[in-house]
């Protein structure tokens, strides 16, 4: 065995950095962080080079003095915690005081800093080496210029994505950081452009600079106390949705954090007013006694452990269902107007009052979806032998119609059915790609966030490549195929693919589209059909490829053999 020694503070430093310090955004995050904790009002981000080149961060919080400024970029140096006992007392972001130290060993770091009625100073390092020290102009507060990022350690390097993740992850970080701080003003400025702002004038103001202004329709709050925890909820409505669940953003004690049990209580709240494979936009506030948590389980604290994670959970669910349940406002007469208004600069007809009225109540009543009689047929091919012949007997709880033959019993799920039925009826159609374009009337609003609309804008013309036209935040013109209540989610997963791969996988495209128009026109739970419809849906039915299964991979037949069942009553072992 070698022999033992102590590894060196730079080695140590660089170490920490592998599990601190991941990513552009990691550095962001930390400096951010550290500008909360300095109990600044106002924050300014710059980024260069999607954050390899520089980040800057500009804080007017209370600043340090030289020798605490030097003090900082040690390793485990902290003014945040002094004790065992405030270890379980945590309310600060940072306490561990690894972010400095593990920044500046894997790049050039320069910290300006000054405090009230004192000179301001400056502090050098680069990659875990002090350079230099000395006096610096500048406002109160600190600035912190972080500069050729993992320049010593260029093996990182593989594990940067492309220049569009990066930026979008500290976009992403941003986000969380206003989200969690509204009482403090943030500017993120990216290659000396202002791409967000925001201001400490409410949240619903904050929620709309973070997501765009067409996310905020209906609104839903809610603020509810259970054992002297608050829970404070915004919930934009299910008529928004996404793709990920990468918009539920919870928060404790002002802290962002991911945790799968919140998350997934989020959407139960959510559950019965979205489609399959859709998730909300939420924002969730919790404040408890920092003893029942420990924020102490994570290297970029992003995850912590709750003395009740399973009660949190459950009221959390509940909390939403209650809120989500409450009676909304019916847009009224005045509301129709404005909402035209807004679409009229797309077309400069002039018409009077009662025309208008009219045009707007069909307008919205094309944004429902039309029902889909099952007694349509939706294809002509013959029937398979994939599925026996049986007769029906029945509907248990308004849902699985039941059906036997001298092999056994058969339950159809009605809704998965005809969700497959519908997939590849529209999968049929789509085969061909069709790009030609339908003007709109009047401009359909999008409910993008604002980071999305700047990738929309770098990738315009591949979107009128596909049929798309738009004009500021309006889309004008579509794809043939597409109907209008599927223009968000069809944007969005065209966008989704754009960040991950720089291009449109249009197979993927055209199936996912097919899966969530499917899943929208297809029956219902609960949904009491005739006997002509059943019939019609089962002969529907034998016609697909894949008739035992929904396009999200769900059954959409079980059989009970006559063995299984008396199996069941002990009639035999």
Do not use: W
């Amino acid at each position: 065995m070698a022999d033992i020694k102590i590894m060196s503070e730079k080695l140590a430093n660089m170490i920490a950095a592998g599990e601190v310090v991941l990513r552009p955004s990691s550095v962001v995050k930390e400096l951010m962080e550290n500008a909360i904790d300095a109990k600044a009002s106002a924050i300014e981000v710059h980024i260069k080079d999607f954050g390899m080149n520089e980040i800057t961060v500009i804080d007017d919080g209370i600043g340090m003095n030289l020798e605490n400024a030097k003090r900082a970029f040690l390793r485990h140096a902290t003014s945040k915690l002094y004790s065992e006992h405030e270890l379980s007392r945590i309310q600060t972001l940072g306490f561990r005081g690894e972010a400095l130290a593990s920044i500046q060993s894997v790049s050039k770091v320069i910290l300006k800093t000054r405090q009230k009625n004192t000179d301001g100073v400056y502090v050098t390092y680069e990659g875990g080496h002090f350079i230099e020290s000395g006096y610096a102009s500048l406002n109160v507060g600190t600035i912190v210029t972080v500069t050729d990022l993992f320049y010593n350690v260029p093996a990182r390097f593989k594990y940067i994505k492309s220049e569009m993740a990066e930026r979008n992850s500290i976009i992403d970080i941003f986000d969380r950081m206003a989200l969690a701080n509204p009482n403090i003003r943030f500017k993120l400025v990216i290659d000396d452009k202002l791409v967000k702002e925001t201001y400490n004038d409410g949240y619903e103001t904050l929620i709309q600079s973070i997501y765009g202004k067409n996310v905020l329709a209906n609104l839903t709050t809610f603020e509810e106390t259970f054992q002297k925890i608050k829970f404070h909820g915004y919930l934009i409505h299910p008529s928004v949705t996404r793709s990920h669940k990468r918009d539920i953003s919870l928060f404790v004690n002002g802290r962002y954090i991911k945790n799968y049990s919140l998350v997934q209580a989020v959407v139960d709240g959510y559950k019965s007013y979205l489609m399959t494979n859709r998730y909300p936009i939420a924002m969730i506030h919790l404040t408890l006694d920092p003893t029942l948590i420990d924020v102490n389980v994570h290297p970029q604290k992003l995850e912590i452990k709750f003395v009740n994670e399973s009660l949190l959970s459950y009221h959390i669910e509940n909390f939403i269902k209650k809120a989500l349940n409450r009676p909304v406002d019916i847009p009224s007469q005045m509301d129709k107007v404005e909402r035209f208004k807004h679409m009229e600069s797309f077309n400069q007809q002039t018409l009077d009052f009662n025309a208008q009225m009219q045009i707007m109540d069909t307008y919205e009543k094309q944004e429902i979806e039309p029902k889909i009689k099952i007694e349509e047929s939706l294809d002509i091919r013959t029937p398979k032998e994939k599925i026996p012949a049986f007769d029906y007997v029945g509907t248990f709880a308004g849902t699985y119609l039941l059906f036997q033959n001298e092999e056994g019993l058969y339950l159809i799920d009605q809704h998965a059915a005809q969700e497959r039925i519908r997939y590849e009826y529209y999968q049929d159609k789509f085969k061909k790609p069709v790009f030609v374009s339908r003007n709109l009337l009047f401009g359909m609003p999008l409910k993008l966030t604002s980071a999305d609309f700047e990738i929309l804008k770098s990738y315009e013309k591949i979107f009128n490549q596909y049929g798309f036209k738009f004009h500021n935040e309006d889309v004008i013109a579509l794809p043939a195929f597409v109907k209008d209540l599927e223009v968000d989610i069809m944007i969005e997963s065209m966008l989704e693919m754009l960040k991950d791969r720089g291009i449109i996988d249009v197979s993927i495209l055209k199936d996912q589209l097919a899966k969530d128009r499917s899943c929208k026109t297809s029956i219902k739970a609960n949904q009491r059909l005739s006997y002509e419809e059943i019939i019609r849906l089962v002969n529907d039915l034998r016609t697909c490829e894949n008739p035992y299964h929904c396009p999200h991979g769900r059954p959409t037949i079980i059989k009970l053999s006559h063995t299984d069942i008396e199996k069941m009553f002990r009639r035999i072992v």
